[in-house]
């Protein structure tokens, strides 16, 4: 265990060290703060259209870090030969994945508590309400939702020699799941067999990450997702998680180290 | 006395590039046995199959047959790293953290107790000359300097082997003295020492015993001053007769 912190402990110290996070955080802090400067005559619709595109923002940034983040991780092991002093230590394959699994996803944990708090804050000094378990709920499903995209990422640095098309492949795919993924049991339907048998295969085998994008609770203030919902869709990411963090190691373990 | 490293038979092959190719054999049958406190220098020429032996003998390679062990345990399983210390040749560590970090991030993954781990960084610092520089990030270090703290990280478990392949490569004549009198300091400690590298001047100095391999094959092995003896010639013109090296001559 104390090997899985110490290589997540440097992954969020990367994060935290380059300026990807900042840039991304200014430039989601001044689109926020213009726009929720700006009143349109005390209309709550054009409010949470302000919200909308806060919290838009918000997932997009969210994603880059995840993605941008994880991707570079093995391939730049392995790029600056710094795998072989890593793996010349009493530390295991399946640790080093462990360990940057657990470093890109604690990191996008900060950078959300970070983006969610400040979004709260311009948002709760305008409304002049705090609906901080609405907020707890929907930080909690989005940092589970990343968890998933962070292990997939993974996968895909170790299936791809280059991080820029393991990022855009996944952030396709990502984006794909995310806009099409609930309709594809309806697609499904109006295809011909096999292609309908397909479809549908391909809607239970996708990760549904749209399920995890709660935004609404926030812009509309809706009731909240019960305990149980909550404690299910975790499970259901957490097996997403393993099985992409077990095919990860499958492959790693057989990979040369050197690029 | 005890054998620190030893293969048996070690054997290593590589699938074929492509279809049509044959399957490349980067070591063949090596027998290599090295005793506790030995310096032992690994020589030959480029693509000879040192890097891969110690690939394999650090575990990032598999053997296709044979054996090869580290204080008498397989080199497959992770414990057997526990007492070593690696330095790749040309490496460039986390260029985002200091020297320092870089250390106690290597002394967590020993789980070296803080203030042990504090009192060894210091420690490291100073041998390798970098304690000026500690708080720097490594990105703004020159390639010694770098080399530098290849060395520290490999000896921050305070391991009773160390494997050091080409330590000395890209090296400044300053920077191959300071790596060359670390390596004395080492063996003078009672360290075993293994070493690959192609400055044969510098394997005659620090070596008590070398092995010749070319194209995955043990050619020669023994101690430098009977090798030296028994060729009647100097280690470099030993290594040019091993491999085959045929000098042209100028008309």
Not at chain 2, 82 to 105: D, M, N, S, V, W
Request: charged share 20%.
């Amino acid at each position: 265990m104390k090997t899985v912190l110490a290589i997540s402990g440097i992954v969020i110290k990367e994060l935290y060290r380059r300026k990807d996070f900042y840039v991304l955080f200014v430039l989601t802090a001044v689109i926020t703060l213009l726009m929720g400067s700006v009143s349109f005559f005390h209309d709550t619709n054009s409010v949470r259209y302000v919200k909308d595109i806060a919290l838009l923002l918000i997932w997009i940034s969210a994603l880059v870090i995840a993605i941008g983040t994880t991707a570079r991780q093995i391939p730049a092991e392995r790029e600056n030969r710094t795998i072989f002093p890593l793996l010349a230590k009493p530390v295991t394959r399946w640790q080093v994945i462990l360990g940057k699994f657990a470093g890109c996803w604690l990191a996008c944990g900060l950078a959300l508590i970070v983006l969610y708090l400040f979004f709260g804050i311009v948002s709760g000094s305008r409304d002049h309400h705090w609906p901080l378990l609405n907020f707890c709920t929907a930080l909690w499903l989005h940092w589970v939702m990343l968890g998933v995209v962070v292990a997939f990422v993974l996968l895909g640095s170790v299936v791809f020699t280059a991080p820029s098309s393991n990022a855009t492949i996944t952030f396709i795919v990502v984006l794909g799941i995310l806009f099409l993924g609930r309709y594809l049991n309806q697609v499904a339907l109006q295809q011909p067999e096999p292609l309908r048998s397909i479809v549908y295969g391909l809607y239970f085998l996708i990760p549904h990450l749209e399920w995890y994008d709660v935004r609404d609770l926030i812009i509309y203030d809706q009731n909240l997702v019960g305990w149980m919902d909550c404690a299910l869709a975790t499970l259901y990411a957490v097996i997403y998680m393993a099985v992409f963090l077990l095919g990860t190691w499958l492959v790693f373990r057989r990979k040369a180290l050197n690029l | 006395m005890e054998a620190i490293v030893e293969t048996k038979n070690l054997r290593v092959e590589f699938r074929a590039q492509s279809s049509g190719q044959a399957k490349k054999v980067a070591v063949k049958d090596l027998n290599l046995s090295i005793r506790a406190g030995e310096v032992f220098g690994f020589l030959g020429p480029n693509g000879a199959g040192k890097t891969t032996t110690m690939n394999v003998l650090l575990g990032f390679v598999n053997a296709t047959s044979g054996a090869a062990s580290l204080f008498g345990v397989d080199v497959r399983e992770p414990i057997a790293r526990q007492r070593i210390g690696y330095l790749p040749e040309l490496t460039y560590y986390y260029k985002f953290l200091t020297a320092e970090e870089l250390l106690r991030f290597y002394a967590r993954i020993f789980s070296i107790p803080r203030t042990e781990a504090d009192r060894r960084i210091d420690q490291l610092l100073k041998l390798v000359e970098l304690e000026s520089a500690r708080q720097r990030p490594i990105k703004t270090y020159s390639k010694g300097m770098q080399q530098r703290v290849g060395l520290a990280q490999a000896l921050i478990n305070n391991p009773d082997l160390l494997i050091l392949d080409e330590p000395t490569s890209g090296l400044d004549p300053l920077g191959r003295m300071k790596v060359r009198e670390i390596i004395q300091r080492l063996k003078n400690e009672g360290k075993t020492v293994f070493f690959s590298s192609h400055e044969l001047g510098e394997v005659e100095t620090v070596c008590d015993r070398v092995a010749i391999i070319n194209q995955g094959e043990l050619k020669v092995e023994g101690r430098v001053a009977d090798l030296v003896e028994k060729h009647q010639a100097n280690l470099e013109q030993i290594f040019l007769n091993i491999i085959g090296y045929q000098p042209q001559l100028s008309a």
